[in-house]
């Protein structure tokens, strides 16, 4: 019996030990990934820094300049836009490293499942933050501009302060846009069901006026820009979601029943 129980506790540990070391080789070429990308992306920082800021910077007024106010800031924060611009690329690699530890302990169905959702996830967090690029930060810059003439002030910002701004604001919108995910999830796993999801509609209209007004600048336009998409996705996840909905059998058993009543 002692033996027994010894080759089994020394299986399990030699089990535990495979996966730590497989979760280690799985880290390391996640993050060889994002490094070739940044390595190949270094040289352009600057423009990389440009190109982040243009919406910014097309809204300061003729002869407007962003500012420096940290000495190693002009060098450091191109480099983090640029180290986020190699993630956002390799995101795909880092995700298949993630799929391919998880995959081998998934039921089939599991997998069929995980695959579409994990695709979805990236393309609407990129759809997200493309959203606060083009749409949210050109609004929101012209807007704040506008009230720097009356008071006879010059909008100057600091590039570090913007990138924190940026970041922010790209995290809180790609994070909205994956709404409908977790509505889906939620509803597939049985957590949730579609029918309580739709009841407390109400309830997430209030708390996504709340949430953006915690996670946006003090202003109702941005506000607006974060909550109203995030009601919309909240619809599009209900919809969805109809398509993942586990049918309960009993339902279906009386259902026909019924009919043939």
Same mark, same amino acid.
């Given at each position: 019996m002692?033996?027994n129980?010894?080759t089994?506790?020394?299986?399990?540990q030699?089990s535990?030990?495979?996966h730590?070391?497989?979760?280690r080789?799985?880290?390391i070429?996640?993050?060889?990934?994002v490094?070739?990308?940044f390595a190949?992306?270094v040289y352009w920082?600057?423009?990389?820094f440009?190109?982040f800021?243009?919406?910014?910077?097309?809204?300061?007024?003729?002869?407007?300049?962003m500012?420096?106010?940290d000495?190693?800031?002009?060098?450091?924060?191109?480099?983090k836009?640029?180290m986020?611009a190699?993630?956002m690329?390799?995101?795909?690699?880092v995700?298949?490293?993630l799929?391919?530890?998880?995959?081998?302990?998934l039921?089939?169905?599991?997998?069929k499942?995980?695959l @579409?959702?994990? =695709?979805? &996830?990236?393309? +609407?967090?990129?759809?997200g $933050?493309?959203?606060? %690029?083009?749409?949210?930060?050109?609004t929101v810059f012209?807007?704040?501009?506008?009230?720097n003439?009356?008071?006879g002030?010059?909008?100057?910002t600091?590039?570090?302060?913007?990138?924190?701004f940026?970041?922010?604001?790209?995290?809180?919108?790609g994070?909205?846009?994956?709404v409908?995910?977790v509505?889906?999830?939620?509803?597939r796993?049985?957590?949730v069901?579609?029918?309580?999801l739709k009841?407390?509609?109400?309830?997430?209209?209030?708390?996504?006026f709340i949430?953006?007004?915690?996670v946006? @600048?003090?202003? =109702?336009? &941005?506000?607006? +820009?974060l909550?109203?998409? $995030?009601?919309?996705? %909240?619809?599009i996840?209900?919809?969805?979601?109809?398509?993942?909905a586990?049918?309960?059998?009993?339902d279906?058993t009386?259902s026909t029943?019924?009919?043939s009543?």
């Open positions: 002692t033996e129980h010894s089994e506790d020394s299986g399990l030699e535990f030990l495979s730590l070391f497989e979760l080789d799985r880290i070429k996640a993050g060889l990934a490094i070739v990308v190949c992306l920082a600057p423009d990389i440009h190109l800021a243009q919406p910014l910077l097309n809204a300061l007024p003729a002869g407007g300049k500012i420096v106010t000495v190693t800031g002009s060098f450091f924060v191109p480099m836009v640029t986020l190699a993630f690329i390799a995101l795909p690699v995700m298949y490293q799929w391919a530890f998880i995959a081998p302990g039921y089939m169905h599991e997998r499942l995980i @579409p959702l994990v =695709v979805s &996830s990236y393309t +609407l967090f990129i759809v $933050m493309a959203f606060a %690029y083009f749409l949210v930060f050109p012209k807007f704040m501009a506008s009230y003439a009356p008071l002030a010059e909008m100057s600091d590039i570090d302060n913007y990138l924190s940026a970041m922010t604001s790209f995290l809180a919108f994070i909205t846009f994956e409908p995910v509505v889906v999830v939620l509803v796993m049985g957590m069901t579609l029918a309580k009841e407390i509609r109400p309830y997430v209209i209030v708390g996504a949430i953006a007004a915690v946006t @600048p003090p202003d =109702v336009l &941005s506000q607006l +820009l909550a109203i998409p $995030m009601i919309v996705l %909240y619809e996840g209900l919809l969805a979601a109809r398509l993942y586990p049918k309960d059998k009993e279906q009386s029943s019924d009919s009543i």
